[in-house]
C-alpha cells in the first residue's frame, strides 16, 4: 500500500514541478513586457510629458514656454514703477496654457489676387508658444518664408478677403506655408498663429 502511494504522490510532484515552471515562465515574460511597454510609452511622449505638446528631445530644439515663464509688458506713467504700482498683475480663469511670443515681419506684403483685379496689401505678425529660438528661425529664413506668404497670397481669390471667414481660412494657410518653411530649413515649424496688422484691398 506505501508504494502504490508513492507512485501516486510521484506524478503530483512532477506536474507540480512543471506548474511552478510555467508560472515563473509566465512573470518573466510578463515582467518583461511590462518594462519594455514602459520604456516605449516613455520614449514616445505617452507618459511622463504632455504628449502631442511636447517639445523634441532635442535639446537644442524649442521649447514649449509656459504661462507662469511670460514676459508681460509693462506701460509706465508718469512717477509710477508701472500700470500695476509694482504689484502682480491679476489673472484670470481660462486662457492660454502657454505664453505667446510675437513678431512682427517689417515690410508688408503685397500681391494680386487670383482671377481678379483687384490686389491685397496686407501687414503679417506670428505667435509662437515656444521659446525665441523660433523667432530667431523666422529671421534667419526671412527671405524664404516672405516667398512663401507672397505664394499663399497670390492663390488667395476676392472671397477670401471680402468676408471674416475668409480672412481666417488665409491667416491658417499662411501660418501652415511659414511652419512649412521652418520645418524644411530647421525640422520644426512653432508658428501657433498669423495676424493681420494691416489688410488693404484694391
Known amino acids: 500500500m506505501s508504494d502504490t502511494e508513492a507512485n501516486a504522490a510521484a506524478p503530483k510532484k512532477k506536474g507540480g514541478a512543471m506548474k511552478w515552471i510555467l508560472i ?3 512573470l518573466v515574460v510578463l515582467v518583461g513586457g511590462g518594462v519594455g511597454g514602459g520604456l516605449y510609452a516613455a520614449n514616445s511622449g505617452l507618459i511622463g510629458g504632455s504628449g502631442a505638446h511636447a517639445a523634441p528631445a ?5 521649447r514649449l514656454v509656459p504661462k507662469s515663464e511670460e514676459v508681460r509688458a509693462e506701460t509706465k506713467g508718469e512717477g509710477e514703477e508701472g500700470a500695476s504700482g509694482g504689484k502682480p498683475t491679476p489673472k484670470g480663469e481660462g486662457g492660454d496654457k502657454y505664453a505667446s511670443t510675437y513678431y512682427q515681419l517689417e515690410k508688408e506684403f503685397t500681391s494680386n489676387l487670383r482671377e481678379s483685379v483687384h490686389f491685397v496689401q496686407v501687414g ?7 521659446d525665441n529660438r523660433v523667432i530667431e528661425n523666422l529671421k534667419t529664413h526671412e527671405l524664404a518664408v516672405r516667398s512663401a506668404i507672397l505664394l499663399a497670397l497670390g492663390e ?12 481666417v481660412k488665409l491667416q491658417k494657410r499662411l501660418a501652415a506655408a ?5 520645418k524644411e ?3 520644426f515649424g512653432g508658428i501657433g498663429n498669423v495676424y493681420f496688422t494691416n489688410f488693404i484691398v484694391q
Open 24 to 26: 515563473g515562465t509566465g
Open 58 to 62: 532635442d535639446a537644442d530644439a524649442p
Open 124 to 130: 503679417v505678425a506670428i505667435s509662437t508658444p515656444y
Open 156 to 167: 488667395t481669390s476676392e472671397d477670401d478677403v471680402f468676408t471674416a471667414d475668409g480672412k
Open 178 to 182: 511659414i511652419n512649412g518653411v521652418l
Open 185 to 187: 530649413k530647421e525640422g
